[in-house]
């Protein structure tokens, strides 16, 4: 191998030669930015500024925003599905390797065992919940939007909901440019999940409830034609208490009966002393037809205590009608009749009463098995009003306006430096700047055209105005 050769291989091995320019050229231009930099350092000073200055302006013209934030609780899972139970077992059925403890989670994801949670956020981004809102606040007159579609759009930028995997904690965060709005909004997100989950629960308690609900109306209106009825008859037949007004009639009667037989006794005893125009004879007497007259009026008008040709009463209505109207209760005879119609219209109105007693209870307890199956949000952290805002972030926009201006700067004079290295002859220079003068070009004669036109609209007007007032004042 020749010496050359050799020279050519120990090259990057050494510590001088031609490896070292490409490092030392680098080095060197990296040292030439810099120190052109520091030049133009005033040139560059007044970017940064200026930069800054526009940042400061923007970020506070900027509308302030206010965050408002609630923490829901994880919903309790429910235990009675069958669903869950199916995932219950298919999860603990093969617990012994993590293959099939992971097969028994697949089966519980599949089956809906898992909480409820995701259940809730999908509810909260329904579009249910956000028309709520949006008529609620009057949200398109807020965000001054004419459309529905994009209010809801706008609200659902300035919400955040999410679920936590680990904890199931779902958090609702609200940003508005009202503080009190903010924390309203937040709180109302609640307020309507609990409105929407209770009217579209379909458990079975609930099903019950209303089925029962339904049929204590119509027991309600049984019971009260059932007591309307009673009270009517009872009114019209005086019938207050069928049994106890017979046992009283009864006791009544046989004390009239026997005050009659005692009277019967001493008339006979003194017709024998006395003359048929004796006044104890005729007093006598008259005592005994007045017991023969109550005994007729309480025992009926086919009574045997008393004389009468009348057929027996079958009908309670026809037995209602030979009522004497000055009598206040109903006779002997009648009693049996009514008490048959008084008895049923007593078992039923009785009937009434326990069913309806009975399916109020069943009412309460439906509307308290209801309470405990409707799922229910709790909240652990209620909606604040905000005290500072939370956008926008006005350090970091001036400091951002400054770097960034700092680098147009820096660009800008790099740019120029490098502009001016190029050789003037170089066909891509030539390109760049006969395309800057085409738009110059371009850009003037569009001008010129523009100013032609307006000046000639404005001669126009003048010439109008003029011959106007030449009108007006050869008027």
């Known amino acids: ?94 617990s012994s390797g993590a293959s099939e403890s992971g097969l028994g989670q697949v ?74 709005r903010a924390a309203q909004l937040a709180q109302a997100y609640v307020e309507e999940l609990n409105v929407l989950i209770s009217k579209v629960s379909t458990s079975a308690a609930r099903r019950e409830r209303i089925f029962i609900e339904q049929r204590l109306k119509t027991a309600r209106q049984d019971l009260d034609a059932s007591a309307k009825e009673f009270s009517e008859f009872s009114s019209q037949n005086t019938a207050i208490d069928i049994p106890e007004q017979g046992k009283a009639m009864v006791e009544a009667a046989a004390i009239l009966q026997g005050q009659l037989i005692a009277a019967q006794s001493e008339v006979q005893g003194l017709s024998q002393v006395y003359t048929d125009n004796n006044i104890r004879l005729r007093s006598a007497r008259a005592r005994v037809e007045e017991i023969q007259r109550q005994l007729v009026k309480m025992g009926g008008s086919n009574s045997s205590f008393g004389s009468g040709g009348k057929e027996p009463v079958t009908d309670p209505a026809s037995a209602s009608k030979d009522l004497d109207p000055n009598d206040i209760y109903p006779a002997i005879r009648e009693l049996p009749l009514l008490g048959v119609k008084w008895a049923d219209l007593y078992l039923q109105n009785k009937i009434q009463e326990k069913v309806y007693e009975l399916l109020t209870a069943q009412y309460e307890i439906s509307k308290i098995d209801e309470a405990k199956e409707t799922p229910s949000v ?98």
């Not at 235990?79 to 139970?85: D, I, Q, R, T």
């Not at 004079?413 to 001016?420: A, D, N, P």
């Not at 569009?446 to 007032?469: D, K, M, Q, T, Y």
Request: proline share 4%.
């Open 107 to 180: 089966a519980s994801d599949l089956l809906g065992a898992k909480s409820q949670g995701a259940l809730y956020t999908m509810v909260l981004q329904g579009r249910t919940i956000a028309d709520n809102l949006i008529q609620r606040f009057d949200l398109r007159k807020v965000y001054k939007t004419k459309y529905w579609v994009d209010t809801r759009k706008r609200l659902a930028s300035r919400t955040e909901i999410a679920e936590d995997r680990k904890s199931g904690v779902i958090v609702i965060k609200v940003t508005d440019s009202d503080p009190h």
């Open 1 to 94: 191998m020749s010496e050359h050769a050799l020279q050519e291989i120990q090259a990057p091995s050494n510590g001088d030669g031609s490896a070292q320019e490409p490092v030392e050229s680098s080095g060197r231009r990296k040292l030439d930015r810099a120190w052109l930099l520091w030049e133009n350092r005033r040139l560059l000073w007044h970017f940064t500024l200026t930069g800054l200055v526009l940042a400061t302006i923007v970020a506070f013209l900027l509308p302030k925003h206010y965050e408002s934030t609630v923490r829901l609780m994880p919903p309790e899972k429910q235990s009675g599905g069958s669903l869950a139970m199916m995932a219950a077992m298919a999860g603990s059925s093969n």
């Open 378 to 475: 709790q909240v652990y952290d209620m909606a604040d009003i905000p005290e500072r805002k939370s956008w926008p972030p006005r350090l970091l926009l001036m400091a951002l306006g400054a770097v960034f201006s700092f680098c147009i700067g820096a660009a800008w004079i790099l740019g120029e430096s490098g502009w001016q290295d190029i050789d003037s002859h170089d066909p891509r220079k030539e390109f760049v700047q006969g395309a800057v003068r085409d738009v110059r070009f371009s850009s003037a004669a569009l001008a010129v055209r523009v100013s032609r036109r307006f000046g000639r609209n404005s001669v126009h007007s003048s010439e109008r105005g003029n011959n106007g007032s030449g009108e007006l004042s050869d008027l």
